[in-house]
């Protein structure tokens, strides 16, 4: 059984990197004060292997906002197709790409066998909550995947004049709160510890069940306190381990982990993989480690 389920993985590859992020790259690395290495996918796939994980890759749409070109649905598709046991796909859609991309991210899921659906906000220019866009999320929730959405700050465009045009806005997770309630069959996940609105995030996950969080992009020694004290009673059914790979390594994360004495084995163990793993209960590759 693998020792965790990593649920937030960029890929490391000049695909993502220099052409999707292309000039946001830069800025990121500044912001988390590492430099990204670019890697193959054999590399990758063997890096995760060796720490006995299974990782979450995520598409990148974000097209019309930033003009730079998708890590396409198919691309992130052909690497779990080729690593079965090692990966599994969210599947991106520009949201405002309307008709367009209800079509695909029903082609992701359906054709692709993608797992879920990866949004950004901030870089995608757009409010969750906003009603034009609640075609596409009728459709992610009648195909019954979770729906990723970055909330809190931002390293992309981080310590930039204008911030490269990113407005951090997009990303409060309070937005997810109407969005929740107006999709109760839809799964929600809030990406990272969502600071500096952190406490939002707790209310929203203390009001609707379906609404989870993941605390990658931040070391856990870094993780406000309060979302911590959370994590570790009240609510530890609905907090994932994420690391926010390349950008932040999943051995960095379980170490500062580990050396956190709040947290039981029992927790421990549904933050690591327990509850990704009922949220990712459609997939192959959940039932190949945990069925």
Do not use: C
């Not at 997009?170 to 969005?179: E, G, N, S």
């Not at 993941?214 to 009240?234: C, F, H, M, N, V």
């Amino acid at each position: 059984m693998p020792r965790a389920i990593d649920f937030h993985v960029h890929l490391p590859t000049t695909e993502f990197i220099q052409v999707t992020l292309g000039p946001y790259a830069r800025a990121a690395e500044r912001f988390f004060r590492t430099e990204v290495k670019l890697k193959d996918i054999e590399q990758l796939a063997a890096d995760y292997a060796a720490v006995d994980m299974v990782g979450v890759l995520l598409a990148w749409d974000a097209e019309t906002a930033t003009g730079l070109p998708p890590l396409g649905n198919d691309y992130v598709a052909a690497i779990v197709q080729r690593y079965p046991q090692q990966f599994i796909g969210f599947a991106s859609v520009d949201p405002h790409k309307g008709k367009a991309a209800v079509k695909e991210v029903e082609r992701a899921i359906k054709d692709l066998g993608l797992a879920g659906v990866k949004f950004h906000p901030g870089v995608q220019a757009f409010y969750p909550h906003d009603r034009a866009f609640y075609p596409l999320m009728e459709k992610i929730q009648e195909l019954g995947v979770p729906a990723l959405f970055h909330t809190g700050t931002n390293g992309l465009g981080a310590g930039v004049p204008g911030g490269m045009g990113i407005k951090l806005d997009y990303t409060r997770p309070i937005y997810l709160d109407a969005l929740a309630a107006d999709f109760p069959g839809l799964t929600i996940i809030g990406a990272h510890p969502s600071w500096p609105w952190h406490d939002e995030m707790i209310a929203i996950l203390q009001h609707k069940a379906n609404v989870y969080n993941d605390l990658s992009g931040w070391s856990p020694k870094y993780i406000p306190q309060s979302l911590l004290r959370e994590a570790a009673t009240r609510l530890q059914d609905r907090i994932l381990f994420g690391s926010d790979y390349p950008f932040i390594t999943p051995q960095r994360w379980l170490r500062d982990f580990e050396a956190l004495d709040s947290f039981t084995p029992e927790v421990r163990e549904k933050i690591l993989w327990r509850n990704a793993q009922k949220l990712l209960a459609h997939t192959a590759v959940a039932h190949m480690h945990f069925g």
